[in-house]
């Protein structure tokens, strides 16, 4: 049975991978119509370099991003804390609570978030994005971090503030040191969740202000050239390593006590 | 207060001459919980509530057109047959998609969980992982490279047999079935594995060593104790595919009519926002309603 198993997992890769690398190879076919024979050629990579739509799009994903990561993983961190080491009353339903941004369709709550932006008058553009992605990420983030909690024992931070410390001070110089590599983990995952995001982005975008895979997913409607597959090549690389350096800080699945 | 309580030491009063002025407790879980769920209520709830108002209007409130609450846009799928087939068209994508993973995904799981071992097993789990948090878009976008007609697929065919015609099957309801398939995958095989690890290897080898056939280890043994990955799997692969749009728009082409585009046209084409989050929320409703039957297995699911 081993080889045989070992076969049908090597043919699932391949079903995984062998659309994204046709992809990526056919971003380096000088062809504008993807037509083989494969012809080795730069063009269009230096034809995106002067695209200052697509360039531009990228830019703005990247802030949206990392405003995100940061806001989001400052907010669910302080929840964590109250979710994990804390007991009162309603506090199942608020983990619960959690579940819809994650659970219910992207394409239900974007048009949700695209209807109350308009009537109340936030409106649409960068505003509304960091709104919507921060909403997405939040959860995440409380999930990374409040497994970052049970790997670390409560009693610590007790016996720090019965020797004399604050809570403040004790959850800062004993608590945080120790869940420094989760909140790490969570801030990468936030800014992958972000990058990554098209539903909601796709609602809450202006002509002015797009993201990324709005302005991909424009091209690919309206027609495109081997530009998007070489801008496309560079955001996979791009959440492709940002989820395997998370993978190394946040080792999903590890719950060894760090004792 | 009695309910609002630290567990920890905090409870037992001021300790040490450090702890000077100490807040009750319940003031500091407010004013950690509050942002994240002022934000949610911002961002998701409030947003969901107006929609359902919205949902009830006879038109967009944007002209001079006098609003008037009325239940038609819930009588859609009976004032208009056409969405009934399209509601169904929706289902069946969604019922085949997850049919494909399960059975797919689920040995995949057992595969894993029987032939590797440590490192390899670790960086397999990865690997197959990794499709998954990159961006759905551009997947979908590259079987474009592969399913179209002179794409990959025929391309590989000619290589073999060249006087084959066209295999590429671009635009159609298999092309979506697959894309989503690729799409949601990786996550069956997550929740099967995770079920499957728990299962003692003693077992297995308790029935093999009885005279149990594979199959009978395969029907008798991992499909039942696997049980709960399998249906949270489902579950969670169901709901975001009936829920999908962008994977019927780029690989279905005309054929390519779900409930997701249909909601996404009334917000970006027809501007009938009341119709729109009528659907949305019929959807939803369907939603709920699934969520609702298996919550009992989804919560086990996620206590692991």
Known sequence: MKPLGRIYLVAILIFLYTPILVMMAMGFNASPLYELPFSFSLQWYEALWSNTV??????????????????????????????SRRTFRGRSF??????????????????????????SGIGRGMHALLIGHVALAIPYVVLV????????????????????????????????????????????????????QFVISYFLATPGYTTLPVQIYSSIRKGFTPEINAISTVLLLGSMTVILIFARFAKPGDTRDKR | MQNDRLTSASERGPLGP????????????????????????????????????????????????????????????????????????????????????????????VALVQSTLGKTREILLILILLPFWT????????????????????????????????IGFLYTRYAIVVGLVHGYLPYMILTCYIALVAIDDAIIEAASSLGARWWTILFKILVPLAAPGLISGSVLIFIPVIGSFMEPR???????????????????????????????????????????????????????
């Open chain 2, 135 to 166: 961006n759905g878009l551009v997947r979908v976008f590259s079987w474009t490279m592969v399913l179209r007609e002179n794409g990959f697929l025929d391309n590989l065919l000619h290589m073999i047999a060249p006087d084959a015609g066209s």
């Open chain 2, 18 to 109: 450090r702890s000077r002025r100490v807040l009750p407790s319940w003031v500091s879980t407010m004013v950690l919980l509050l942002p994240t769920y002022g934000w949610l209520t911002l961002a998701v709830f409030l947003p969901l509530l107006t929609m359902f108002v919205f949902s009830f209007m006879s038109a967009t409130p944007m002209g001079k057109a006098p609003i008037v609450f009325t239940l038609k846009q819930y009588r859609a799928f009976i004032d208009q047959p056409y969405l009934v087939g399209i509601g169904i068209n929706s289902l069946l994508i969604g019922f085949w998609t997850t049919l494909f993973c399960a059975v797919l995904g689920f040995l995949a799981a």
């Open chain 1, 54 to 83: 697509l360039l531009t799009a990228g830019l703005n994903s990247i802030v949206i991003a990392a405003i995100t990561a940061v806001l989001a993983t400052a907010l669910g961190t302080m929840a964590s804390v109250a979710l």
């Open chain 2, 250 to 304: 780029i690989l279905g082409g005309r054929v390519g009519v779900t409930m997701g585009t249909v909601i996404e046209d009334q917000f970006t084409q027809a501007f009938n926002w009341p119709l729109g989050a009528s659907l949305s929320f019929t959807l939803l409703a369907v939603v709920l309603a699934i969520f609702a039957t298996f919550s009992g297995v989804l919560r086990r699911g996620t206590a692991v």
């Open chain 1, 145 to 196: 971090v409040g497994t970052g909690f049970r790997t670390i024992r409560a009693d610590l931070e007790e016996a720090a503030m019965s020797l004399g410390s604050t809570p403040v001070h004790a959850f800062f110089s004993v608590t945080l040191p120790l869940l420094y590599p989760s909140i790490l983990g969570a801030a990468l995952f936030a800014f992958a969740v972000s990058l990554d």
């Open chain 1, 94 to 119: 608020l983990q619960l609570m959690l579940l819809p941004p994650i659970a219910i369709p992207w394409l239900i709550t974007g048009t949700a978030m695209l209807i109350f932006f308009y009537w």
